[in-house]
């Protein structure tokens, strides 16, 4: 047995082992509680960086800690493979987006391998294979069939050069202008397929069942957006209605003009001549700014008055409307009433172009003058120049709670000048993507029968192999002779597919579920797999996906639940052949599919069984960057390559820096010289157990004290991967080496304890650092393979018991000696101890005691 440490050649060795004796394969045991890790998938770029290693290597870990409790652990990996690189590779490099994608997938499996995961690669499942987006399409048809998806216009960046569209990230610079000619992209209306994700904006609020980091949950209760209010109508002068939605009814009076979207259907109309020349240069210019710039606090508030007047319901004033694009058709209706005594962003509106403010919310003790306001005010108060209302209490409370919101309403309604509502800012998901490089919608457009979906027998609607690549970006589906030519299922007739492809968090949104049974053909999953495995028990990932991956998947649960497809708690799961969901009187459901459903419909009868949930913890990782404090791009020459570092160093060594550089959920800069550091820890760790052993007589208070070391880390390290604290498992595994080895030099190899201590070492290690934990204890130690079959050790709560303390001794607060005591000594015999301490006596000499005062377990103050 060499002495030298080559993680290389050990790696190699188990990871090889462990494949070959399916160590990790994780199958339905009803004998064992089960838990199913899960880690996002990757992008098959080609590469594992080092952030990939951030994401699943302390992922893994805790996996394997579960593993060791006795858990029957399902820990799966796949590739999320469609989506706009492959295509731009082959634009460039003219190679088929399959074979870049399943290239890089090839590599980057191996790469994974080279972590020593626990990955059952059985389960592996991906996006782009035909068995599993058939899955995907049969999903989308189910969700067609029972009103969740329709069809209508919806704007898309569009190069006029190009002639296609554009994702987000192909849009560039402030003059938003096209990646691939530069030429200045423009908005055009396209007919889009949608989810209606809006059905279920309540219900995705209800955190109840779920372990989520109070910030995704406040992130997704923003991006949802839950508004109580009412809906108002004001009428133009010519009797046009313009419907706001305001959650500040009580503040209508102060209403002094309005705003509409620049996109908004009536800006054409209500325009005079006089306005027309500037309220259509500021369309073009609105039409340049994406939605984020135009909703952006911070930016200077921008609009044209339209030359049209509207009328305010409630005390029929004549109010101008103005055009402005920090209003959206997204939100509401694409119009707002605004009130610059109460509203900052109308306040700074108003007084930069010189609208009238006026106030009619007032505190106590305080009188208003709109023109000398130097802000708005929005707070508490009783409402003012408000007709029979002045008097009525404000409070900050949201909805009826608030007494004014409530009569202004009630008054509203019975005026017939509007209704109670609940609004959202969560729009239903646009799922549409004129791309080649996805997931085919499934749906055949019959100039007789309209649209209607490809019949289930005939999936999956596979992507054309032989197509054309034109450097315009332009979607080969749309070029191609022959593809989109079909007949129609209703008629026969002749008939076309749709050629766009779905979103790719649509295939994202149910990986979790094709991991059960990845090579299943009867479903998307096996039913009894799902029983036994789902929901997810822990998910990791960043951060960055709480408002679009994390919703989806929500919502698309949620979906499955009440189409009888899935339940996420218990029961599970109920798979059958999907018709017509009908509602409770047998009726097709009503509900009209070219809606969003924004708003509360309370006759919408899809009914909602108990909540499920696919993924009842998440926690997120932070990020790594790179040396120089900045997130790592190639551009920057900053980014650091695992593969290099695994070569240097070792798989185990890259495994437990990862988790111990930085607190997992925040992450941090890389340290080149950080790293050595964890690499000294496993080759004296090493050294440990393969040096020759110092032997002698040790005290059985020696060998007392350091099993309390070993059990009080013990009971350390178990709480810290049970909260996610990897850094503070790898510090208290190298304390308790240093421990060790200082007992090593004391003689404690030659006690009985000595081996039993050496294996709780190598058991509490074994999750982090996988391999030399097993090259140790099978190989050196001898012990039954594999460790990671070993169980969990149990902390000896007894043993870390302490028999003695420490109490300080203070003479009128300042230290004066330390004394060892019985750990159960009482408060008079603490005192009689401190009193009787030789290093206090010369403070104490001729002095007057005044009293003493006993911290038990930690002090004792002689006040003199």
Not at 178 to 192: G, P, S
Not at 542 to 555: Q, V
Request: a negative charge.
């Amino acid at each position: 047995m060499t002495s030298e440490y080559k993680p290389g050649d050990i790696e190699t060795k188990w990871q090889k082992k462990w494949e070959a004796d399916g160590l990790y394969q994780a199958d339905i045991d009803p004998s064992k509680k089960k838990f199913y890790a899960l880690t996002m998938l990757p992008y098959p770029s080609g590469e594992m960086h080092i952030g990939h290693w951030y994401a699943m290597a302390p992922s893994d870990a805790r996996a394997r800690f579960k593993r060791m409790h006795g858990y029957n652990v399902m820990f799966p990996m796949g590739f999320d493979a469609f989506g706009l690189p492959a295509e731009n590779a082959a634009i460039q490099r003219k190679i088929h987006p399959q074979k870049w994608t399943f290239g890089n997938i090839d590599r980057m499996r191996s790469q994974l391998k080279s972590m020593g995961t626990m990955i059952d690669w059985r389960r592996e499942a991906v996006s782009a294979d035909p068995e599993y987006y058939h899955w995907t399409q049969w999903f989308f048809i189910q969700l067609f069939n029972n009103n969740l998806a329709y069809r209508k216009q919806s704007p898309v960046d569009w190069c006029p050069q190009c002639n296609t569209t554009l994702a987000r990230e192909q849009v560039h610079g402030d003059d938003r202008h096209c990646e691939r000619c530069d030429t200045q992209v423009i908005k055009k209306d396209l007919d889009q397929w949608f989810f209606k994700t809006t059905n279920y904006a309540d219900e995705l609020l209800d955190f109840s069942q779920i372990d989520w980091p109070d910030r995704v949950k406040t992130l997704q209760t923003n991006w949802i957006g839950r508004s109580e209010g009412a809906d108002v109508i004001f009428k133009t002068e010519d009797g046009d209605e313009l419907t706001v939605f305001t959650t500040r009814p009580d503040t209508l009076w102060g209403a002094t003009f309005m705003v509409l979207a620049p996109e908004h259907p009536l800006v054409e109309k209500i325009t005079t001549p006089e306005q027309k020349d500037p309220v259509e240069a500021y369309q073009k210019e609105a039409d340049q700014k994406t939605e984020i710039q135009r909703a952006t606090v911070e930016k200077e508030k921008s609009g044209v008055f339209s030359g049209g007047y509207a009328i305010n319901p409630v005390n029929k004033a004549r109010i101008p409307i103005w055009i402005a694009d920090y209003v959206m058709m997204g939100y509401g209706f694409g119009a707002i009433m605004a009130v610059p005594a109460h509203d900052e962003r109308d306040f700074e509106f108003a007084r930069q172009y010189g609208l009238e403010i006026i106030p009619v919310i007032q505190p106590g003790g305080e009188k208003f003058d709109g023109a000398t306001m130097t802000e708005a005010y929005v707070g508490p108060g009783s409402m003012i120049n408000s007709a029979q209302f002045d008097g009525t209490e404000v409070t900050d409370q949201k909805g009826r709670a608030n007494p004014g919101l409530g009569k202004v309403i009630d008054w509203l309604e019975k005026d017939g000048l509007g209704k109670e509502t609940v609004s959202y800012k969560l729009r239903d998901w646009l799922i549409s993507r004129q791309r080649y490089w996805g997931a085919p919608i499934p749906m055949i457009y019959c100039d007789t029968c309209g649209w209607n979906p490809v019949p289930e027998e005939e999936l999956p609607v596979l992507l054309p192999e032989e197509v054309e690549w034109l450097p315009t970006g332009e979607s080969p589906l749309k070029l191609h002779p022959t593809w989109k030519d079909t007949t129609c299922p209703k008629c026969g007739e002749k008939a076309t597919r749709e050629t766009d492809t779905m979103d790719t968090f649509m295939c994202s949104s149910w990986y979790h579920l094709r991991y059960l049974s990845p090579k299943y053909k009867e479903g998307p999953f096996d039913q009894k797999e799902y029983d036994y495995w789902m929901p997810v028990d822990t998910y990791t990932g960043g951060i960055e996906h709480a408002t679009m991956h994390l919703i989806y998947t929500r919502f698309f649960h949620k979906a499955l639940r009440d189409l009888g497809i899935a339940e996420a708690n218990e029961p599970m799961v109920q798979l059958r052949n999907q018709g017509m969901l009908l509602s409770e009187d047998g009726k097709k459901i009503s509900k009209s599919r070219d809606g969003e459903g924004v708003k509360d419909d309370k006759e919408d009868n899809l009914k909602k069984p108990a909540i499920g949930e696919p993924m009842l913890q998440l926690r997120n990782q932070g990020m790594v960057l790179g040396e120089d404090g900045e997130k790592m791009s190639k551009s920057r020459g900053n980014v650091i390559a695992p593969d290099d570092l695994v070569a240097l160093y070792g798989a185990d060594t890259v495994r437990a820096y990862l988790m111990f550089f930085a607190r997992w959920d925040l992450g941090g800069p890389w340290n080149s010289q950080g790293i050595t550091g964890t690499e000294r820890w496993l080759k004296r760790t090493w050294a440990l157990y393969t040096e020759a052993e110092v032997k002698g007589d040790v005290s059985d208070e020696l060998i007392r004290d350091l099993k309390r070391e070993v059990h009080t880390a013990l009971d350390r390290i178990s709480k810290d991967y049970e909260g996610f604290e990897f850094n503070t498992i790898i510090s208290t595994l190298m304390e308790l080496l240093n421990t060790l080895h200082e007992a090593q030099r004391g003689g404690a190899a030659g006690s009985k304890e000595w081996k039993e201590i050496l294996e709780l070492y190598l058991l509490m290690m074994a999750p982090a650092v996988p391999h030399i934990a097993e090259e140790l204890w099978t190989d050196v130690l001898g012990k039954t393979y594999s460790v990671h079959d070993q169980p969990w050790p149990e902390v000896d709560r007894e043993m870390m018991e302490k028999d003695e303390i420490t109490l300080i001794v203070q003479v009128n607060g300042k230290l004066r000696d330390r004394i060892v005591v019985p750990v159960d000594i009482s408060k008079e015999e603490a005192e009689k101890t401190a009193l009787a301490s030789e290093d206090a006596a010369p403070y104490l000499e001729g002095k007057e005691i005044r009293k003493v005062i006993v911290v038990p377990g930690r002090l004792v103050n002689i006040v003199v």
